[in-house]
């Protein structure tokens, strides 16, 4: 079943400005777009106390992103995320609909959760700024797109477009990526980031609309090194990671590298970066190695073969034990936030 569209502009959420500051005012959270993104994210708004409608085109994978929605509700219930009581009311709030404009009359903030094409996403926000009033925030999940490029199209009210990132998997992760984009009033960013700190999240504002947003950035500078050193045969694939997983990974959740900075002190930070900087890897495009190994058609697990050998690794084992990683991170950083 295709998404409905026409031309009513009317809406049930009466008139105002965006950008007021503090929570969203009761009502429903629209997602739209039922993946892995799309699922975690309503999963969120509906534990946060919202209704939530998850929007796709087709009815039968609509009904899945429900079911995957309802299951990441169930497993943060199962690891103590959250209460009983947050859980049941939560799995209430959840629905699914292939009818853009009866979703749109409900919404008090739509997250675009769909696949990560520019025109795609912009053709979306486009017929999404025409259907709602200014007063609703529209955010974009992207992870690399800028939503100054994805909102291009919108020319009745640019100003409330904003990026809203989540990162995978977003029913876990506590990290959003608020993005200003060129054109958005700071104003609403700031609202949704307010509001996204009752979703049990961490968001952090980013003032400036570029590519890979904040944490992007850092995480391309760390990988564009990580593939490097196996390049150059300074150590293996499985070491590099081990390496950044018992090591800085171990710290980095409650301690961060500009904070670490302060404590070994700044005149040692430069002494360092003056030695080491210098023969840091700085290319400005895909790695020779990475570039390789796709023209092979070794792609990572979804083909067998990638930086590592996937015939005797358990895909599904790892990502959860990736996951039961995360879910006892937030736990303990929770139990220490609650000492100090």
């Not at 103590?80 to 009818?99: F, M, N, P, Q």
């Not at 675009?112 to 259907?131: G, H, S, V, W």
């Not at 999940?141 to 291009?152: M, P, Q, V, Y």
């Not at 404590?263 to 290319?283: F, K, N, Y």
Request: charged fraction near 25%; aromatic fraction near 4%.
């Amino acid at each position: 079943m295709d998404i409905i569209y026409n031309d009513n502009n009317e809406n049930e959420n009466g008139s105002g400005s965006a950008g007021a500051g503090g929570r969203l005012r009761e009502g429903t959270v629209l997602v739209v777009g039922n993946g892995m993104m799309g699922s975690g994210i309503a999963a969120m708004s509906a534990i946060s106390g919202h209704p939530t409608i998850l929007l796709g085109h087709n009815l039968s994978h609509v009904e899945k992103g429900v079911e995957n929605a309802l299951a990441c509700i169930a497993i943060r219930r199962e690891n103590g995320l959250d209460s009983e009581e947050e859980s049941e009311r939560a799995k209430g709030l959840i629905e699914g609909s292939v009818d853009l404009p009866a979703s749109a009359k409900k919404a008090v903030m739509v997250i675009e959760a769909i696949p990560e094409n520019l025109p795609l996403k912009q053709d979306m926000f486009r017929t999404l700024d025409d259907l709602l009033p200014p007063e609703v925030p529209l955010c974009s999940t992207t992870s690399g797109l800028r939503i100054t490029d994805i909102g291009a199209k919108c020319v009745a009210h640019p100003e409330r477009t904003v990026t809203t990132h989540f990162w995978l998997p977003p029913h876990l992760i506590p990290l959003v990526e608020v993005v200003v984009g060129d054109r958005t009033e700071r104003a609403v960013a700031v609202q949704v980031r307010d509001e996204l700190k009752v979703w049990k999240k961490a968001p952090v504002l980013v003032e400036k609309d570029l590519p890979g947003q904040l944490l992007g950035r850092i995480f391309q500078a760390v990988i564009r090194e990580s593939i490097s050193i196996v390049a150059s045969g300074l150590a293996s694939a499985e070491d590099v990671d081990t390496a950044i997983g018992k090591g800085i990974g171990m710290r980095l959740a409650e301690w961060g590298p500009l904070e670490h900075l302060d404590c070994i002190g700044l005149d040692l930070a430069l002494s360092v970066q003056d030695s080491v900087l210098p023969t840091i890897c700085d290319e400005h495009q895909g790695n020779q190695l990475l570039r390789q190994l796709v023209t092979d058609g070794n792609l990572g697990a979804k083909t067998g073969k990638g930086f590592y050998d996937w015939s005797g690794k358990d895909l599904a084992k790892d990502l959860e034990k990736r996951d039961q990683f995360i879910i006892e991170a937030i736990k303990a950083v929770d139990r220490l936030d609650k000492k100090s």
